[in-house]
Structure formats: C-alpha cells, structure tokens
C-alpha cells in the first residue's frame, strides 16, 4: 500500500480536511480528523472516482452526487503509483501525462508560451473584439449606458449651469452631422480638458473654455468630441477597457476585481486614451464638418497649437494626455486651411460665442 499526503474536501462543509490517501486494490481509502478532533475516514470505490483534469502540479479528483467529495494532492509520485496499481484504469489522459513528465524548464517554457498568447489576445485581439461589439449595440442601449456614466460621474464634478446653458446653445449652432443627441456639461475644473461619453454627453472643463480666443476652437472642440461619438469611438474605448479589466480578474481569478470594475469605473473610463488612428478619423470628420457649415478651419489649428502651449503658459493639459496630438494632425490641419475654399462668418455664432467669453470672464 502506498500513502500520500492530501487535502480532502467532504462536500458538505467548506472546510478542508489534512488526510491521508491511501490506494487499495478496489478503493481509496481517506483518514483525517473531523472538526471534532475525531479520526474518521471515507471510502471511495474506483469506479465513482473522475479526475478533475488541469494543467498544474496539483492533482484533483472527485467523488459521489452533488455535492461532490474532493481531494487535493501535490505529490508528483501519484501519476505512476496510480499506473502501477490500476494498470487497466485511466485516470489522466495521455496529453495531461505527458505534461506531468515534463522537466520543469520544459513547463516553465510552456507557461511563458501560454502568457504571451494571452499577451497577444489582449493588445491585439481585444480592440477587434470591442470594435465589433459596439458596431452591434442599438445606439438607445448605447445612449443609456453613457447616460449612467454621466450621472456617475458628475458627482465628482461642480457644474457650471449658466456656461453649460450657453455652450448647450452655441452647440445648437453647429450640424454636426450625427444621429445621437450632443449635450454638453460644462464644469468648473482649471485643467484643459474635455472627453466625450457614449451616447452624445460632452464633458467640458471651464480651463479649456479661458484659454480659448476664438469661436472657432471652442467649434473644433466640439465637432471633434462629437466626432468621437458618432464613430463610437467612447463606446469602443470603453468597451475594451473594460475587456482588458475583465480579462486579467478572469485570469486571476479576482471575482472581487469583476465586480469592482463593473461597480465603479466611470471616472476612469472617461478618460481613456484614443489611439493616433482614431484621433486621425474623428479629426477629418470634425473638419469635413466645418467645410459644411463653412467654418474656418484654421480653428482646428489654433486649438492644436494652444494645446501645444505656445499661447501662454500651459501646464496641467489633460487632454494631451487624452487626445495625443501630433504633428501629424496639425500638420493636416494646416493643409485643410489652405484648402478650403468656402468660409462665412456667422454673426449668430459669433454674438454666442462672446456671450460665453462674458459668461467665464464675468467670475474671474
């Protein structure tokens, strides 16, 4: 008889069990001791015995109806002592055997195999996956997920109404050329900054507003924030992040971390980063917009070359950090300038617009 050193689960209660397994010609025999102190044992007949098949160094068997008896055992010696005494029994299949004979560089180099396919899933298949979810989500369910997204966030915010009332009006101004209904927010926040949520909400900072000289930013701004939303870009961005949450609490077996993620994210979420190809696209929409309303391009310039900080001192830009800018997009926002061939002055939009400079000036 050989003995091997175990944890035994008797299925009734969640409390493991240090017990002795010891293999019998028709049985398993298993001795431990009961929450009482007293030495007891279990029998299990070799035909209700399953293995429960993994690909760690801890061998796992159950047995019996609902709720199963379990036991756990770490001895690599226990795959060839099964062999020997139950010769005409499987209890592993050949893969899962083979693995068990493996030297331990030969499983390190496996697992290091196994982790880079994951690494490959996530950076790679991820944002496919979630581009192809969110092409699928009817823009109301996509409006009531960004509508609970504001509402959680705004609570860590000062809103203030009387801009908010204003931009909400110069936005009115503007076809922006999109199906979801765009309503900005304005808050009281010094940072440059503004994100886009899905659905249609519009987070803008009063920061970004006081350092702004044209109405034609605060339009470019905007047309390139709702740009965002109508190729659901938000929506893409939120759904892989949280892809990528869920991704690594399922392989951590973080059941708490799902449930966090899922709890409270929202602050986290409306600031993700887009990525050089989606800022490229939501750029050219943006300005096709103003080719249409024949607003002056040259406002996707200005605003790019304030972010840049070469109109005053620029610290804290948030939406840098948010909205990478390069050089390649100000770049082709100049070449739209010097192609552009239709630009109006809208009087309306201006009056609009010097009332929202009042508005900001008026509380300094």
Same mark, same amino acid.
């Given at each position: 008889?050989?003995?091997?050193?175990?944890? +035994?689960?008797?299925?009734?209660?969640?409390?493991?069990?240090?017990?002795?397994?010891? /293999?019998?010609?028709?049985?398993?025999? *298993?001795?431990? #001791?009961?929450?009482?102190?007293?030495?007891?044992?279990?029998?299990?007949?070799?035909?209700?015995?399953?293995?429960?098949?993994?690909?760690?160094?801890?061998? *796992?068997?159950? +047995?019996?109806?609902?709720?199963? #008896?379990?036991?756990?055992?770490?001895?690599?010696?226990?795959?060839?002592?099964?062999?020997?005494?139950?010769?005409?029994?499987?209890?592993?299949?050949?893969?899962?055997?083979?693995?068990?004979?493996?030297?331990?560089?030969? *499983?390190?180099?496996?697992?290091?195999?196994?982790?880079?396919?994951?690494?490959?899933?996530?950076?790679?298949?991820?944002?496919?996956?979630?581009?192809?979810?969110?092409?699928?989500?009817?823009?109301?369910?996509?409006?009531?997920?960004?509508?609970?997204?504001y509402e959680n966030l705004l609570h860590g915010y000062d809103?203030?109404?009387?801009?908010?009332?204003?931009?909400?009006?110069?936005?009115?101004?503007?076809?922006?050329?999109?199906?979801?209904?765009?309503?900005?927010?304005?808050?009281?926040?010094k940072d440059a900054n503004a994100f886009a949520l899905p659905?249609?909400?519009?987070?803008?900072?009063? &920061?970004?507003?006081?350092?702004?000289?044209?109405?034609?930013?605060?339009?470019?701004?905007?047309?390139?924030?709702?740009?965002?939303?109508?190729?659901?870009?938000?929506?893409?961005?939120?759904?892989?992040?949280? &892809?990528?949450?869920?991704? /690594?609490?399922?392989?951590?077996?973080? *059941?708490? &971390?799902?449930?966090?993620?899922?709890?409270d994210n929202s602050n986290a979420l409306a600031n993700l980063?887009?990525?050089?190809?989606?800022?490229?696209?939501?750029?050219?929409?943006?300005?096709?917009?103003? #080719?249409?309303?024949? /607003?002056?391009?040259?406002?996707?310039?200005?605003?790019?070359?304030?972010?840049?900080?070469?109109?005053?001192?620029?610290?804290?830009?948030?939406?840098?950090?948010?909205?990478?800018?390069?050089?390649?997009?100000?770049?082709?926002?100049?070449?739209?300038?010097?192609? #552009?061939?239709?630009?109006?002055?809208?009087?309306?939009?201006?009056?609009?617009?010097?009332?929202?400079?009042?508005?900001?000036?008026?509380?300094?």
């Amino acid at each position: 008889m050989q003995h091997f050193s175990a944890r +035994y689960h008797d299925g009734r209660r969640s409390i493991a069990h240090d017990a002795t397994l010891t /293999l019998r010609p028709d049985h398993w025999l *298993i001795h431990y #001791q009961d929450p009482s102190g007293e030495l007891t044992s279990a029998r299990w007949t070799l035909p209700g015995i399953v293995t429960d098949e993994n690909f760690s160094d801890l061998f *796992i068997f159950r +047995y019996g109806s609902f709720p199963q #008896q379990t036991i756990e055992c770490k001895d690599r010696q226990l795959p060839a002592a099964l062999t020997q005494h139950y010769p005409d029994r499987v209890f592993f299949k050949k893969g899962i055997s083979r693995l068990f004979k493996l030297s331990n560089t030969a *499983i390190a180099g496996m697992a290091v195999l196994v982790v880079a396919l994951l690494g490959v899933a996530y950076w790679y298949g991820l944002p496919l996956l979630a581009s192809a979810v969110a092409s699928r989500v009817p823009v109301s369910a996509e409006v009531e997920m960004g509508d609970t997204m504001y509402e959680n966030l705004l609570h860590g915010y000062d809103v203030d109404s009387t801009l908010t009332v204003k931009v909400n009006d110069f936005a009115r101004s503007i076809d922006f050329k999109t199906r979801y209904p765009i309503r900005v927010t304005v808050v009281r926040e010094k940072d440059a900054n503004a994100f886009a949520l899905p659905g249609g909400n519009i987070v803008v900072f009063d &920061g970004i507003l006081r350092k702004m000289k044209t109405k034609e930013e605060l339009a470019a701004l905007l047309a390139h924030e709702v740009s965002h939303v109508h190729y659901r870009h938000s929506l893409r961005n939120v759904l892989r992040s949280l &892809g990528g949450y869920l991704f /690594l609490s399922i392989l951590l077996n973080d *059941i708490n &971390g799902i449930v966090t993620v899922l709890a409270d994210n929202s602050n986290a979420l409306a600031n993700l980063t887009y990525s050089r190809e989606l800022e490229t696209e939501a750029d050219q929409k943006a300005m096709a917009i103003f #080719q249409s309303e024949g /607003l002056n391009i040259k406002g996707f310039v200005d605003l790019f070359t304030m972010l840049k900080g070469e109109h005053g001192d620029m610290t804290n830009l948030k939406l840098l950090s948010t909205h990478p800018l390069t050089e390649d997009r100000l770049r082709a926002a100049e070449a739209a300038v010097k192609g #552009q061939r239709n630009v109006k002055e809208d009087a309306g939009l201006e009056r609009k617009w010097e009332d929202i400079e009042r508005g900001y000036h008026g509380d300094e």
